[in-house]
């Protein structure tokens, strides 16, 4: 399949809808790009869903570089983008910089939370795609909770104008998160970049969930947004409890689960056994 670029994804507003989700390693990358998914996001979500942290503050930029690295190596079609986590772009040079090794790295695109159109200018400037992010915006967890956003007409307000501020600086596309699907769907009628949305109801033109979270293996406390397709968690925890018994009793391994000598080998085999035996009494 022809590989996907942010100015593909941009082409599909309007067309059909936008297919994304997280992946950090060879494995759920693998099966994302087998399922034919457009965007691979390489997201601060790691901190949780990896490392097993409480939030994505921990996350730094030597993570996520090379956990996209090991993404964008292993697909060919969909888009990868890389997240820059949590102070890796508190300047606009550092954003520049801080997008350069992600692009070094392999990623198609980054992606940056929140309303700093002059930040996504410079790296769009540098020539490298830009996907934008309001709403919940997890870097902001200390100040912000886990809370849904523009709830309230102004705060709504507040919202389109980042929005528009973001498509303006040049980004080809958006993150909505966590934020009523009134708000949204008027957000996607308004700009003419794709929003792709996570807890943002079903008017974006696009959507992304957490490869973890859609399959059921994280532990932690899943989003009430989260559709969950499997819950290979629990297949996962049977299935070992099942190895261990099966080593415990011996049923594991077989014979045809062993490698066996020829049975000339064999014979040679033992006879030097019995020979390096004698020679230690």
Known sequence: MEKITPKKIFSLKGKRKITAITAYDYSSAYYAEKAGVDIILVGDSLGMVIKGEESTLNVTL????????????????????????????FRIEDAV?????????GAG????????????????????PVMGHIGLTPQQYLRMGYRTQGKKALSAIRLLEEAKQIEDAGAFSIVLESIPMEVSKEITDVISIPTIGIGAGPYCDGQILVFHDLLGIYPGRRPSFVREYANIGEVMEKSIKQYAEDVISGEF?????????????????????????????
């Open 109 to 128: 695109a980054v992606k940056l939370e929140g309303s700093r159109p002059q930040h996504i200018k410079a790296i769009v400037e540098e020539g490298i």
């Open 253 to 281: 391994p077989t014979r045809e689960e062993s490698f066996v000598m020829e049975d000339d080998e064999r014979e040679k085999f033992y006879m030097e056994v019995r020979k390096w035996k004698l020679s230690r009494k």
């Open 62 to 89: 030597d993570e996520v570089e090379y956990h996209t690295r090991i993404v964008a190596r292993t697909v060919s079609t969909p888009l990868v983008v890389g997240d820059l986590p949590f102070l890796s772009y």
């Open 97 to 105: 910089k801080s997008a350069g090794r992600l692009v070094r790295a």
